[in-house]
């Protein structure tokens, strides 16, 4: 049932609000436009994948707390490009941009920050404010939000920490990052500090906050287990672009055999972790799409990583699988 309205509901309405963003974005012009039709093109599956969350809200509510996920992604996948693509290397940039996600979760505001104030390029034509009053107005129509609030905030500050540092020069970055989970260790005592810092970057138990879902009880299953495997994946299938680009991935910190033993670890520690949560079988429905997601993608196929990637899903068992070889078929249809 969860697939089947992902298919008919939340990827059409994911779709048709990216293209949106893509005309907005056509009309206005210029290097901010251009790594925004970039971010689209190249990561509307976050989204797509993302929304998913929405189908945990109530019926009344799953328009609005889409509305917010596709906005809040989208900044997020925006951001990132601009962190990545602009040769800048000053924390103080990159904490400057992510202001808009912290006003993001301020519905009742109405002003923005300077976003661009330190940046090379400042004109987008009103599009980073766009996206922020998305998020503010989808907020606002949420009665849980007030009590979901100081979560949402904790998981996004660490979203910024992550991208603040992991975007600075390569040694300065892993310091800042070392240093991040030193001081969160008791948290986290069996992960390596860049297994603390790729569950930082995910933005999934934000969106399943959104929906509604107990704060405490979210922040205790998805931080780090599920946002961990959820980054994890993602750097597993980026290693040779990141390499191309001389970014940093969080995955390459250690063997591909290693990898394949560390992500599945990941897994069934999110299998467990979701267990006491409501709705238990749609987050470990999560954890399944998670590799079937990020594993059927091209990128997972390549030379260099289609045994790996075999071996994760072998290791994940029938389920995943299943869903993996489902997840090809939609990519070769066009509709993931």
């Not at 974005?25 to 251009?34: D, F, H, I, M, V």
């Not at 946002?227 to 994946?233: K, Q």
Request: net charge neutral; hydrophobic share 40%.
């Amino acid at each position: 049932m969860v697939l089947f309205r992902m298919l008919t509901h939340v990827f059409p309405a994911v779709k048709r609000r990216l293209g949106q963003y893509r005309r907005f974005l056509q009309e206005t012009g210029g290097p901010l436009a251009r790594q925004g039709l970039d971010s689209i093109r190249d990561k509307e599956f976050h989204c797509l994948g993302g929304g998913v969350y929405a189908l945990l809200a109530p019926q009344k509510l799953r328009r609005h707390v889409l509305d917010f996920i596709i906005a809040f992604q989208t900044i997020s996948d925006y951001l990132d490009n601009l962190c990545d693509r602009f040769g800048v290397q000053e924390e103080p940039v990159f904490r400057q941009l992510h202001t808009a996600m912290l006003d993001s979760l301020e519905p009742e505001a109405t002003e923005h920050s300077d976003y661009y104030c330190l940046f090379p390029s400042q004109d987008d034509g009103g599009y980073l404010a766009l996206l922020v009053d998305q998020c503010r107005e989808a907020l606002a129509a949420l009665p849980h939000h007030p009590r979901c609030k100081e979560y949402m905030l904790r998981f996004t500050q660490l979203y910024i920490d992550l991208q603040s540092y992991k975007h600075m020069e390569r040694r300065a970055g892993e310091e800042k990052l070392a240093a991040m989970h030193a001081i969160n260790s008791s948290a986290a005592p069996d992960l390596y500090w860049w297994e603390y810092a790729a569950a930082c970057g995910s933005t999934l138990g934000i969106f399943a906050l959104a929906a509604g879902q107990s704060p405490s009880q979210t922040w205790a299953a998805y931080m780090p287990w599920v946002d961990g495997l959820h980054i994890m994946l993602d750097y597993f299938i980026d290693q040779d672009e990141d390499l191309q680009h001389g970014d940093m991935n969080l995955v390459a910190y250690y063997s591909p055999h290693k990898q394949v033993e560390r992500i599945l670890w990941f897994y069934q520690r999110a299998r467990k972790a979701v267990q006491p949560l409501a709705k238990a079988k749609f987050h470990t429905l999560v954890a399944h799409g998670l590799l079937a997601l990020y594993l059927s993608d091209a990128k997972a196929c390549s030379p260099g990583l289609a045994r790996f990637s075999r071996q994760i899903l072998a290791g994940a068992g029938l389920r995943t699988c299943v869903l993996a070889r489902m997840a090809k078929v939609l990519r070769r249809r066009g509709i993931i």
